[in-house]
């Protein structure tokens, strides 16, 4: 059986150190969407790695693939596979022949189109890596593949005819000169052809047809573990449009992201990654917010503008919530019930991990949002268009807070040496969700977890 792991809120829940504490076990880990959009934090031997391409696994001597249902930017996976090096490691990567290369104007598109959408306060607050633009081309079918990259001849073809496109839709849409923008070359096909051309000559020896590499790795008894990178309300049909990335991170993502069936994949464990609360990088609905980075907080004025402030910033600093790859600081609200009820139908999760909860020690109190009121209506998931989302007010629980405590000695002794009020927190998103928890985060590193349960491959 396989193992998935997905985030089940807006990315950032830690998926990194959960698969890196079930990483034991696997053999190969793969990651089936996104890109260098993703920061993926893990804590190893006291020695931190950020790492925004380059799958977890890989700092712990497993195989990672990035398969074919991510977007790569060689430029990145060259410098990550470079500076793991440095430190000593020896990453055995494998990138999908199928795989879609970021080029450098899907950045300098990626920024424009941003910026032209903000003179509306329209923006997604994208992390700026080229993703949606790479994706868009993909689905035009005029993408650059990794596979093409190891075919000069091939790869001129394809650039001959992208690259003009872009430089007219840069001249003629936005009013802009191609040949003076921050990217120094990124419209001009000689000068990609070279230094792609050269990505290809490195990436000979890593490249694979993902789906037949990983039915063949399972045929020989390995372990296979998917990595899905940012979260489901990030997925471009589950998440809330438009303010997503353009990608599947939920359960589904994983089978056409890998090549794996559907039937390995849904044979398989799904964890679902809980961040006791919430955190938002970017734009869009939050009806948990605490705070007002961006917007007001509805349904929850009790409190003063100020407290909000207070008890956001205070978890922003307790939790270290600034973006891993946008060092950008967090929004942060109160845990979403129906973000993780709709997070746990769109992926059938049959465990979950509930990490941060050492954050929110030492506060008072902890509320959840249990459902939403829509237009006077109660509501228990999220609503499918963003304008609805929009207008649901949270209808909160409040759980008494738990005390700090020696997270080390908890983790050692397990789950009865938890505060039994973080116990009782713990076992409602449990029940709510009619899944069992298999590990619980008390902090960043590998060893402050609490493993109830191991995922069985
Ligand atoms: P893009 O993926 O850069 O196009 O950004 C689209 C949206 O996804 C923005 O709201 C980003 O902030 C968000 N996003 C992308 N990657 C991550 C991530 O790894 N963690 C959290 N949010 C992300």
Redesign the pocket.
């Known amino acids: 059986m396989t193992v998935t792991i997905v985030?089940s809120q807006?990315?950032?829940e830690g998926k990194g150190g959960v698969v890196d504490l079930y990483g034991d076990a696997a053999d190969v880990v793969v990651r089936y969407q996104?890109?260098d959009?993703?920061?993926?934090t893990v804590v190893e031997g006291g020695e931190t790695y950020k790492l925004?391409l380059v799958p977890s696994g890989a700092v712990r001597g497993k195989i990672g693939v990035l398969g074919n249902g991510c977007v790569i930017n060689p430029r990145t996976l060259f410098e990550e596979i470079d500076s793991l090096r440095e430190r000593g490691l020896d990453p055995d990567i494998r990138v999908a022949e199928r795989a879609h290369v970021i080029l450098p104007f899907h950045r300098v598109l990626?920024s424009i189109e941003e910026d032209v959408k903000s003179e509306d306060d329209q923006e997604?607050?994208?992390?700026?890596?080229?993703?949606?633009p790479t994706y868009e081309d993909k689905a035009g079918r005029r993408g650059v593949r990794i596979g093409d990259l190891l075919e000069p001849d091939v790869l001129r073809e394809r650039l001959e005819y992208v690259v003009p496109q872009k430089r007219a839709l840069v001249e003629d849409v936005y009013g802009l000169d191609p040949d003076d923008l921050e990217y120094p070359n990124a419209f001009d096909v000689d000068a990609l052809h070279e230094e792609f051309s050269e990505y290809g000559r490195r990436l000979e020896s890593m490249a694979v047809n993902a789906g037949q590499f990983l039915t063949e790795a399972r045929a020989d008894g390995k372990n296979v573990m998917l990595e899905g990178?940012?979260?489901t309300l990030?997925d471009i049909d589950h998440g809330n449009y438009p303010?997503?990335?353009?990608?599947n991170p939920t359960a589904g993502g994983a089978c056409v992201g890998s090549g794996l069936a559907p039937g390995v994949v849904g044979d398989g464990e799904v964890i679902g990654i809980v961040k006791a609360y919430l955190s938002?990088?970017?734009?869009?609905p939050m009806p948990t917010e605490l705070g007002g980075v961006v917007g007001d907080t509805p349904g929850y004025d009790e409190q003063g503008e100020g407290e909000h402030e207070e008890l956001a910033t205070y978890i922003r600093e307790a939790g270290d919530e600034y973006?891993?790859?946008?060092g950008?600081p967090?929004r942060v609200g109160w845990l979403d019930m129906p973000m993780l009820r709709h997070a746990a139908r769109a992926s059938g999760f049959t465990g979950l991990a509930v990490n941060h909860v050492d954050t929110l020690a030492g506060l008072e109190e902890v509320k959840v949002g249990h459902t939403y009121t829509l237009d006077g209506e109660e509501c228990r998931t999220v609503p499918a268009t963003t304008e609805q989302w929009e207008r649901c007010e949270a209808t909160f629980r409040t759980f008494d807070g738990w005390p700090e405590q020696d997270w080390g000695a908890v983790a050692e002794a397990g789950y009865e040496a938890l505060d039994e009020n973080a116990r009782v927190y713990l076992e409602y998103i449990s029940d709510e969700l009619d899944t069992p928890i298999y590990a619980i985060g008390i902090g960043p590193g590998r060893e402050q977890s609490i493993v109830l349960d191991e995922p069985e491959y």
């Open positions: 985030g807006l990315g950032d996104g890109g959009n993703a920061g993926h925004s990626d997604v607050g994208t992390t700026g890596r080229g993703i949606g990178a940012q979260g990030l303010y997503v990335t353009s990608s938002r990088v970017g734009s869009g973006g891993t790859v946008t950008r967090r």
